[in-house]
T-cell receptor, first 112, second 118 residues
Framework: KQEVTQIPAALSVPEGENLVLNCSFTDSAIYNLQWFRQDPGKGLTSLLLIQSSQREQTSGRLNASLDKSSGRSTLYIAASQPGDSATYLCAVTVRGTYKYIFGTGTRLKVLA | DTAVSQTPKYLVTQMGNDKSIKCEQNLGHDTMYWYKQDSKKFLKIMFSYNNKELIINETVPNRFSPKSPDKAHLNLHINSLELGDSAVYFC?????????????????FGQGTRLTVV
C-alpha cells in the first residue's frame, strides 16, 4: 500500500530564504509525482509535474526533483516571499490505481 | 476561464437531508475524480471516473452516488447526510489513464465545496 509522507509538517522562515520541502513515498513503482499548493480556503493549484522518466522539473523559483529508487522528492523554493505562504502537497500516481495519493502536506509561512 | 468548476462553494444543511454538488471541466479530460479533505486537511480519493465509467469507489458509503452525464461533468449526490460528512469536497480531472497507467497526466482541481452538516 502506497503511503506518502511530507516533512516537515510546518515551516516558518524569514523572507528571502531558500528552502526545501520533502516528500517520501513507500512504493517506488510510481508513474508521476505532482506538487500542489493550497491557500487557506482555496482549491489546489498545480505547481510541477515530474514524469516517471524525469529527474527534475523547474518553474520560476521552484525546482522539484524525483528519486524513485529512494522514494523521495524535494521541492526547492528559492528566495522565498510572503506570497509563497501556503500548504504544499505532493501526490503520486501508481499503476492500475486510477488515483492520486496525497501526502500529509507542509504548511509554509514566510515572514516579511 | 475556470478549468474545473464546482457548485456550490459552500453548503450548509441539516442532518438527514439530501444534497448534490456539481462539477464541470472544460479541459477536454476524460478522467474525473472526487476527493474528500477532512478536518486535518488530508485529501483522500472517493471516486474515479474514466470516460463516464466508474473506475474506483474507495469504500465510500452507498449514501454517496456520483453521476457522470458526459465526460465534462461529474456530480456527487449525497443522501441522508450525517455530521461526519462535513468536509471539503474537491472535484478534479486529468487526461485518461491508459491501461491503468497515468503516464504524463497532470491533475487539475476545482476550488472545493465546503459542506457543513448541522
Amino acid at each position: 500500500k502506497q503511503e506518502v509522507t511530507q516533512i516537515p509538517a510546518a515551516l516558518s522562515v524569514p523572507e528571502g530564504e531558500n528552502l526545501v520541502l520533502n516528500c517520501s513515498f513507500t512504493d517506488s513503482a510510481i508513474y508521476n509525482l505532482q506538487w500542489f499548493r493550497q491557500d487557506p480556503g482555496k482549491g489546489l493549484t498545480s505547481l510541477l509535474l515530474i514524469q516517471s522518466s524525469q529527474r527534475e522539473q523547474t518553474s520560476g523559483r521552484l525546482n522539484a526533483s524525483l528519486d524513485k529508487s529512494s522514494g523521495r522528492s524535494t521541492l526547492y523554493i528559492a528566495a522565498s516571499q510572503p506570497g509563497d505562504s501556503a500548504t504544499y502537497l505532493c501526490a503520486v500516481t501508481v499503476r492500475g490505481t486510477y488515483k492520486y495519493i496525497f501526502g500529509t502536506g507542509t504548511r509554509l509561512k514566510v515572514l516579511a | 476561464d475556470t478549468a474545473v468548476s464546482q457548485t456550490p462553494k459552500y453548503l450548509v444543511t441539516q442532518m438527514g437531508n439530501d444534497k448534490s454538488i456539481k462539477c464541470e471541466q472544460n479541459l477536454g479530460h476524460d478522467t474525473m475524480y472526487w476527493y474528500k479533505q477532512d478536518s486535518k486537511k488530508f485529501l483522500k480519493i472517493m471516486f474515479s471516473y474514466n470516460n463516464k465509467e466508474l473506475i474506483i469507489n474507495e469504500t465510500v458509503p452507498n449514501r454517496f452516488s456520483p453521476k457522470s452525464p458526459d465526460k465534462a461533468h461529474l456530480n456527487l449526490h449525497i443522501n441522508s447526510l450525517e455530521l461526519g460528512d462535513s468536509a471539503v469536497y474537491f472535484c478534479a480531472s486529468s487526461h485518461p489513464w491508459r491501461g491503468g497507467d497515468a503516464m504524463n497526466t497532470e491533475a487539475f482541481f476545482g476550488q472545493g465545496t465546503r459542506l457543513t452538516v448541522v
